[in-house]
Protein backbone atom coordinates (compact mmCIF):
# COMPACT_ATOMS: atom_id res chain seq x y z
CA UNK A 1 0.00 0.00 0.00
CA UNK A 2 3.03 2.37 0.54
CA UNK A 3 6.97 2.66 -0.11
CA UNK A 4 9.48 1.96 2.23
CA UNK A 5 11.69 5.59 2.61
CA UNK A 6 14.74 5.94 3.77
CA UNK A 7 13.50 7.44 7.11
CA UNK A 8 12.04 3.89 7.95
CA UNK A 9 8.92 5.53 7.62
CA UNK A 10 6.34 3.91 5.23
CA UNK A 11 4.37 6.02 2.88
CA UNK A 12 0.70 5.19 3.43
CA UNK A 13 -1.79 7.95 1.45
CA UNK A 14 -5.28 8.83 2.78
CA UNK A 15 -7.79 10.94 0.41
CA UNK A 16 -6.89 14.29 2.30
CA UNK A 17 -3.19 13.60 2.20
CA UNK A 18 -3.39 12.83 -1.27
CA UNK A 19 -4.92 15.93 -2.05
CA UNK A 20 -2.51 17.67 -0.14
CA UNK A 21 0.49 16.53 -1.68
CA UNK A 22 -1.67 17.86 -5.05
CA UNK A 23 -2.51 21.31 -3.43
CA UNK A 24 1.10 21.92 -2.20
CA UNK A 25 2.22 21.18 -6.12
CA UNK A 26 0.02 23.62 -7.78
CA UNK A 27 1.42 25.88 -4.85
CA UNK A 28 4.83 25.30 -5.61
CA UNK A 29 4.12 25.85 -9.55
CA UNK A 30 2.29 29.42 -8.67
CA UNK A 31 5.72 30.99 -7.31
CA UNK A 32 7.52 29.48 -10.63
CA UNK A 33 9.01 26.39 -8.90
CA UNK A 34 8.18 23.93 -11.88
CA UNK A 35 9.52 25.25 -15.12
CA UNK A 36 8.81 22.78 -17.10
CA UNK A 37 7.69 19.18 -16.72
CA UNK A 38 9.48 19.09 -13.41
CA UNK A 39 10.02 20.61 -10.00
CA UNK A 40 13.54 22.39 -9.08
CA UNK A 41 15.36 21.04 -6.29
CA UNK A 42 13.27 24.48 -4.41
CA UNK A 43 10.63 23.42 -5.16
CA UNK A 44 10.80 19.33 -4.06
CA UNK A 45 12.11 20.79 -0.88
CA UNK A 46 9.15 23.13 0.02
CA UNK A 47 6.98 20.18 -0.98
CA UNK A 48 8.34 17.95 1.45
CA UNK A 49 8.97 20.53 4.16
CA UNK A 50 5.15 21.35 4.15
CA UNK A 51 3.78 18.56 3.80
CA UNK A 52 5.72 17.21 7.35
CA UNK A 53 4.80 20.59 8.19
CA UNK A 54 1.01 20.25 7.62
CA UNK A 55 0.31 16.71 7.77
CA UNK A 56 2.86 15.52 10.14
CA UNK A 57 4.27 12.82 8.05
CA UNK A 58 8.11 12.94 7.78
CA UNK A 59 7.78 11.11 4.24
CA UNK A 60 10.53 11.59 2.13
CA UNK A 61 11.55 13.36 -1.53
CA UNK A 62 11.66 10.14 -3.02
CA UNK A 63 8.73 8.84 -1.36
CA UNK A 64 6.85 11.93 -2.65
CA UNK A 65 8.04 11.71 -6.05
CA UNK A 66 6.90 8.22 -6.56
CA UNK A 67 3.92 8.99 -5.78
CA UNK A 68 3.87 12.14 -8.31
CA UNK A 69 5.34 9.75 -10.78
CA UNK A 70 1.65 6.95 -10.01
CA UNK A 71 -0.35 9.95 -10.11
CA UNK A 72 0.80 11.04 -13.23
CA UNK A 73 0.38 7.81 -14.84
CA UNK A 74 -3.11 7.56 -14.05
CA UNK A 75 -3.90 11.21 -15.01
CA UNK A 76 -2.35 10.59 -18.36
CA UNK A 77 -4.72 7.73 -18.80
CA UNK A 78 -7.67 9.47 -17.76
CA UNK A 79 -6.11 12.47 -20.19
CA UNK A 80 -6.27 10.26 -23.36
CA UNK A 81 -9.39 8.65 -22.10
CA UNK A 82 -11.25 11.74 -22.15
CA UNK A 83 -9.19 13.49 -25.00
CA UNK A 84 -10.71 10.37 -27.52
CA UNK A 85 -13.27 12.04 -29.59
CA UNK A 86 -15.25 8.20 -29.93
CA UNK A 87 -15.80 8.86 -26.19
CA UNK A 88 -17.79 11.77 -26.19
CA UNK A 89 -17.05 13.06 -22.65
CA UNK A 90 -18.82 15.61 -21.29
CA UNK A 91 -17.37 18.16 -18.64
CA UNK A 92 -20.27 19.57 -17.50
CA UNK A 93 -22.46 16.72 -17.12
CA UNK A 94 -18.90 14.42 -15.61
CA UNK A 95 -20.18 11.74 -18.06
CA UNK A 96 -19.28 9.60 -21.32
CA UNK A 97 -21.41 9.76 -24.24
CA UNK A 98 -19.43 7.12 -25.53
CA UNK A 99 -22.04 3.43 -26.11
CA UNK A 100 -21.18 0.29 -25.18
CA UNK A 101 -19.10 -0.79 -28.75
CA UNK A 102 -17.26 2.18 -28.62
CA UNK A 103 -15.73 1.53 -24.43
CA UNK A 104 -14.99 -1.99 -25.95
CA UNK A 105 -13.14 -0.85 -28.62
CA UNK A 106 -11.39 2.03 -26.90
CA UNK A 107 -10.56 -0.55 -23.97
CA UNK A 108 -9.14 -3.22 -26.68
CA UNK A 109 -6.91 -0.47 -28.02
CA UNK A 110 -6.04 0.98 -24.28
CA UNK A 111 -6.92 -2.02 -21.53
CA UNK A 112 -5.55 -0.05 -18.44
CA UNK A 113 -8.33 2.49 -19.09
CA UNK A 114 -10.73 -0.02 -18.08
CA UNK A 115 -10.54 1.21 -14.21
CA UNK A 116 -12.50 4.29 -15.02
CA UNK A 117 -14.82 3.06 -16.93
CA UNK A 118 -16.95 3.74 -14.20
CA UNK A 119 -15.58 6.59 -12.80
CA UNK A 120 -13.61 9.30 -12.74
CA UNK A 121 -10.32 10.42 -11.66
CA UNK A 122 -9.96 12.03 -8.21
CA UNK A 123 -8.96 15.85 -8.27
CA UNK A 124 -8.96 15.60 -12.05
CA UNK A 125 -8.69 19.33 -12.81
CA UNK A 126 -6.05 20.21 -10.42
CA UNK A 127 -4.16 17.82 -11.98
CA UNK A 128 -4.51 19.15 -15.42
CA UNK A 129 -2.49 22.12 -13.94
CA UNK A 130 -0.38 20.16 -12.23
CA UNK A 131 1.19 17.67 -15.27
CA UNK A 132 0.34 20.48 -17.72
CA UNK A 133 4.01 21.71 -19.15
CA UNK A 134 4.40 24.88 -17.02
CA UNK A 135 5.68 27.69 -19.85
CA UNK A 136 8.25 29.70 -18.09
CA UNK A 137 10.57 31.39 -20.56
CA UNK A 138 9.92 34.78 -19.79
CA UNK A 139 10.45 34.48 -15.86
CA UNK A 140 6.59 35.03 -15.48
CA UNK A 141 4.75 32.45 -12.40
CA UNK A 142 1.94 30.54 -13.43
CA UNK A 143 -1.06 31.71 -11.20
CA UNK A 144 -2.58 28.70 -10.15
CA UNK A 145 -4.73 29.67 -6.76
CA UNK A 146 -5.92 33.22 -8.44
CA UNK A 147 -5.68 34.56 -5.07
CA UNK A 148 -6.84 31.36 -2.78
CA UNK A 149 -4.93 31.73 0.64
CA UNK A 150 -1.98 29.48 1.32
CA UNK A 151 -2.10 25.59 1.51
CA UNK A 152 -0.44 25.98 5.14
CA UNK A 153 -2.88 29.16 6.33
CA UNK A 154 -6.14 26.70 4.52
CA UNK A 155 -5.42 23.03 6.25
CA UNK A 156 -3.20 23.67 9.25
CA UNK A 157 -6.28 23.31 11.18
CA UNK A 158 -7.74 20.51 9.67
CA UNK A 159 -5.46 17.80 7.86
CA UNK A 160 -3.25 16.78 10.29
CA UNK A 161 -2.48 13.05 10.01
CA UNK A 162 -4.84 10.67 12.33
CA UNK A 163 -4.00 7.61 12.95
CA UNK A 164 -7.66 6.43 12.75
CA UNK A 165 -7.85 7.90 9.15
CA UNK A 166 -8.32 4.93 6.25
CA UNK A 167 -6.20 4.57 3.47
CA UNK A 168 -6.33 5.12 -0.45
CA UNK A 169 -4.09 3.80 -3.11
CA UNK A 170 -4.29 4.57 -6.34
CA UNK A 171 -5.25 1.36 -8.53
CA UNK A 172 -2.78 -0.63 -10.24
CA UNK A 173 -2.46 0.45 -14.00
CA UNK A 174 -3.65 -2.73 -15.61
CA UNK A 175 -6.20 -2.24 -13.15
CA UNK A 176 -9.84 -3.71 -14.10
CA UNK A 177 -13.03 -2.46 -12.90
CA UNK A 178 -15.09 -4.74 -10.86
CA UNK A 179 -18.11 -2.44 -9.85
CA UNK A 180 -19.38 0.96 -10.92
CA UNK A 181 -17.32 2.47 -8.16
CA UNK A 182 -13.86 3.35 -7.59
CA UNK A 183 -11.42 0.53 -6.34
CA UNK A 184 -9.60 2.44 -3.41
CA UNK A 185 -10.26 1.49 -0.09
CA UNK A 186 -14.18 0.64 0.85
CA UNK A 187 -13.85 3.64 3.57
CA UNK A 188 -13.04 6.14 0.71
CA UNK A 189 -16.31 7.98 -1.00
CA UNK A 190 -16.05 7.10 -4.60
CA UNK A 191 -17.26 9.53 -7.81
CA UNK A 192 -18.98 7.08 -9.49
CA UNK A 193 -19.70 8.88 -13.25
CA UNK A 194 -23.71 9.58 -13.49
CA UNK A 195 -24.74 7.55 -16.87
CA UNK A 196 -25.39 3.97 -15.72
CA UNK A 197 -23.64 0.98 -18.36
CA UNK A 198 -24.96 1.02 -21.59
CA UNK A 199 -26.93 -2.00 -22.50
CA UNK A 200 -28.56 -2.91 -25.49
CA UNK A 201 -32.20 -3.93 -26.32
CA UNK A 202 -30.77 -4.86 -30.08
CA UNK A 203 -33.52 -3.18 -31.68
CA UNK A 204 -33.62 -2.06 -35.11
CA UNK A 205 -33.53 1.83 -34.29
CA UNK A 206 -30.16 0.88 -32.25
CA UNK A 207 -28.57 -0.82 -35.22
CA UNK A 208 -29.17 1.36 -37.70
CA UNK A 209 -27.97 4.31 -35.33
CA UNK A 210 -24.55 2.00 -35.22
CA UNK A 211 -24.82 1.54 -39.15
CA UNK A 212 -24.88 5.32 -39.48
CA UNK A 213 -22.15 5.43 -37.69
CA UNK A 214 -19.82 4.06 -39.60
CA UNK A 215 -18.24 6.20 -41.86
CA UNK A 216 -17.11 3.65 -44.19
CA UNK A 217 -20.22 2.75 -45.27
CA UNK A 218 -22.28 5.08 -47.35
CA UNK A 219 -26.01 5.64 -46.37
CA UNK A 220 -28.32 4.52 -49.40
CA UNK A 221 -25.52 2.12 -51.33
CA UNK A 222 -26.51 -1.49 -51.66
CA UNK A 223 -24.21 -2.86 -48.48
CA UNK A 224 -26.72 -0.19 -46.62
CA UNK A 225 -29.58 -1.40 -47.44
CA UNK A 226 -28.78 -5.14 -47.45
CA UNK A 227 -27.76 -4.30 -43.44
CA UNK A 228 -31.59 -2.88 -43.34
CA UNK A 229 -32.87 -5.80 -44.89
CA UNK A 230 -30.64 -8.13 -42.31
CA UNK A 231 -32.15 -5.88 -39.00
CA UNK A 232 -35.37 -7.16 -39.77
CA UNK A 233 -34.38 -10.49 -38.01
CA UNK A 234 -33.27 -10.73 -34.00
CA UNK A 235 -30.50 -12.43 -34.73
CA UNK A 236 -28.53 -10.68 -37.10
CA UNK A 237 -29.16 -7.75 -35.23
CA UNK A 238 -27.34 -9.28 -32.07
CA UNK A 239 -24.57 -10.35 -33.87
CA UNK A 240 -24.28 -6.95 -36.10
CA UNK A 241 -24.38 -4.92 -32.48
CA UNK A 242 -21.69 -7.37 -30.53
CA UNK A 243 -19.07 -7.05 -33.35
CA UNK A 244 -16.70 -4.82 -31.83
CA UNK A 245 -15.07 -3.25 -34.68
CA UNK A 246 -16.74 -1.61 -37.93
CA UNK A 247 -14.07 -3.05 -40.19
CA UNK A 248 -15.11 -6.55 -38.25
CA UNK A 249 -19.09 -5.72 -39.02
CA UNK A 250 -18.47 -4.76 -42.70
CA UNK A 251 -16.45 -7.90 -43.39
CA UNK A 252 -19.50 -10.15 -42.45
CA UNK A 253 -22.15 -8.13 -44.19
CA UNK A 254 -20.05 -8.63 -47.00
CA UNK A 255 -19.86 -12.02 -46.48
CA UNK A 256 -23.74 -12.49 -46.45
CA UNK A 257 -24.42 -10.19 -49.20
CA UNK A 258 -21.79 -12.75 -51.46
CA UNK A 259 -23.47 -15.50 -50.63
CA UNK A 260 -26.85 -14.33 -51.55
CA UNK A 261 -28.37 -14.96 -48.16
CA UNK A 262 -32.47 -15.13 -48.93
CA UNK A 263 -34.19 -11.62 -46.75
CA UNK A 264 -35.46 -12.85 -43.47
CA UNK A 265 -39.12 -12.98 -43.08
CA UNK A 266 -38.96 -12.29 -39.23
Given at each position: ?????????????????????????????????????????????????????????????????????????????????????????????????????????????????AQ???????????????????????????????????????????????????????????AK??????????????????????????????????????????????????????????????????????????????????????????
Amino acid sequence: MGSQGTNGVKAQWTLDNHELFIELCLEQISKGNKPGSHFTSKGWRNIVDSFHSIAGLKYDRIQLKNHWGLTKKHWKIWNDLVSDERMKWDPQRRNFGADELEWDEYLQENPEAAQFRFKELQFADKLDIVFAPTENSSGKKVNCFTGAEPVSQKRKHNSYYSPDEKYFQLDPIDAKPESEHFSYDNAVEPIPLQSAPFKFSYSIEECIKCLDSMVEIEQGCELYLFALDLFLKKEYREIFLNLKKSRVRIAWLERLQSNGLPLPLS
